[in-house]
């Protein structure tokens, strides 16, 4: 059954756009120094970055196995600290850091077209995050995982077709690609949000996105408004499609 084309579809991503995925960072590295001290902390997050340059993503149980190589010789009850650090992980709060608005902002997209989570990330802990967060059943189950989305274009288009999509998501690298490929087919927000946002280098190496808001409940009352004035500009006969700065909602 072929999917239904939709006049609008939001890709809207999930850490440091609709979840303060920095803030859980944080608190894992918080964690394993009480746990296990600082140097060996340290050593996990050496790890993990080895590991995300292997596999394009973030793996932080992948990196928790190669991990216990390094406590195996420290006794039992560094060997349970370990074991339990997995349910810190897997039973993270991870409603508590979903950003304010960020549920209120989802539903105010959803009044104009679908709501789709597209996120990079493994198959167990990403969508573990996403549905434990609440996000999961916010979008009615519309959520794309993949190790590198902006590689995963067709795809995304073959199962959300849409004659246009807006892309929210807080990396301008990622905003930048899509643009690219997509061209006027595709409206841009970035939300200024995490530390890749907070990154002047970061976002001056990427083309400006079409809409920047402060942050994700933003969205909502802001950008939506002017995304509709910007399409029906860009699809009136007169209408150069250029792109026109955000304005508040009347």
């Known amino acids: 059954m072929a999917a239904i084309l939709n006049d609008l579809v939001f890709?809207?991503?999930v850490d440091n756009t609709l979840l303060d995925n920095d803030r859980i960072i944080a608190d894992l590295h918080d964690h394993l120094t009480r746990e296990f001290g600082a140097a060996s902390s340290e050593r996990y997050w050496t790890l993990f970055e080895k590991l995300r340059v292997e596999l394009g993503y973030a793996d932080y149980l992948g990196a928790l196995q190669l991990y216990r190589k390094e406590v195996e010789g420290d006794g039992a009850e560094a060997q349970l600290r370990l074991l339990q650090t997995s349910s810190f992980l897997l039973d993270y709060p991870f409603a508590d850091r979903v950003y304010?608005?960020?549920?209120?902002?989802?539903a105010s997209m959803g009044q104009l077209g679908p709501t789709v989570i597209l996120s990079d990330g493994d198959a167990v802990f990403q969508p573990r995050k996403v549905q434990r967060s609440g996000l999961w059943d916010a979008v009615q189950g519309r959520v794309m995982i993949y190790v590198h989305k902006e590689l995963m274009l067709d795809?995304?288009?073959?199962?959300?077709?849409?004659?246009?999509?807006v892309l929210v998501d807080d990396k301008p690298r990622i905003l930048g690609a899509f643009k690219a490929a997509w061209g006027d087919g595709v409206t841009t927000v970035f939300p200024r949000q995490g530390h890749y946002a907070s990154d002047a280098a970061e976002v001056a190496r990427f083309p400006e996105p079409d809409v920047t808001v402060a942050h994700i409940g933003d969205v909502g009352p802001v950008s939506l408004s002017s995304l509709r004035d910007r399409r029906t500009h860009a699809a009136s006969p007169t209408g150069s499609g250029s792109q026109t700065s955000p304005r508040p909602a009347s």
Do not use: F, K, N
């Open 100 to 106: 304010p608005g960020a549920v209120e902002a989802l």
């Open 11 to 13: 890709l809207v991503d």
């Open 155 to 165: 795809e995304i288009r073959r199962i959300h077709p849409a004659r246009h999509y």
